[in-house]
């Protein structure tokens, strides 16, 4: 069973601090990562894609990809009160054609 | 607005019902999705078509059938709703079928069956 594990949270950060959410994944041969963020009520948005080892940088965002160790994060600076949302990490089904999905990991920033 | 719209975006039915929630997707992308999101929020695939082709058809009860008229809409019939079936039903698409790309979702269809 390929999965993708996020801890739930929820995880508070104090407004200005950086918060860093991580997420591991089973399938080696998955080539494509992404964070989505979804604020309580709505869809999810995608906010971050990754596709190689190393840093993504946009805005207060940066994506880090590991694939050595199956570890995607993403880091967001400056946390702002309207950061506050579940962010749901997904990878590329290696040998499908889906997403697996993360359960998400809930942030709240703290004013 | 270019989007993945879905209607309607509130269903709320007894149990026994049929119904339906349509959407539509002006992005030109090949590959529209059914996901299923429970109370927990965890996000479960239902159905993926590419270009009207199904591809994915995950174990979900013979009461859900998805129809595509054309690659730009992916409609889904539920007959004699459940209890169960109460969910938040989105609709996702993606430029190709890989799934290399992300999806664009839809805004939601949240059903409440009593």
């Known amino acids: 069973q390929k999965e993708v594990e996020q801890n739930s949270g929820p995880l508070s950060v104090p407004e200005g601090a950086i918060a860093s959410l991580n997420c591991t994944y089973s399938d080696r041969g998955s080539q494509s990562f992404f964070w989505y963020r979804q604020y309580s009520g709505k869809s999810p948005e995608l906010i971050m894609s990754i596709y190689s080892n190393g840093d993504k940088e946009d805005g207060r965002f940066t994506a880090q990809l590991n694939k050595a160790s199956q570890y995607v994060s993403l880091l967001i600076r400056d946390s702002q009160p309207s950061d506050s949302a579940t962010y749901l990490c997904a990878v590329n089904d290696g040998s499908n054609y889906q997403l697996i999905w993360g359960a998400g990991t809930k942030l709240i920033i703290k004013p | 607005d270019t989007a993945v719209s879905q209607t309607p975006k509130y269903l709320v039915t007894q149990m026994g019902n049929d119904k339906s929630i349509k959407c539509e997707q002006n992005l030109g992308h090949d590959t529209m999705y059914w996901y299923k999101q429970d109370s927990k929020k965890f996000l479960k695939i239902m159905f993926s078509?590419?270009?009207?082709?199904?591809?994915i058809n995950e174990t979900v009860p013979n009461r859900f059938s998805p129809k595509s008229p054309d690659k730009a809409h992916l409609n889904l019939h539920i007959n004699s709703l459940e209890l169960g079936d109460s969910a938040v039903y989105f609709c996702a698409s993606s430029p190709t079928i890989g799934a290399g790309d992300g999806y664009t979702f839809g805004s939601g269809t949240r059903l409440t069956v009593v």
């Open positions: 078509y590419n270009n009207k082709e199904l591809i």
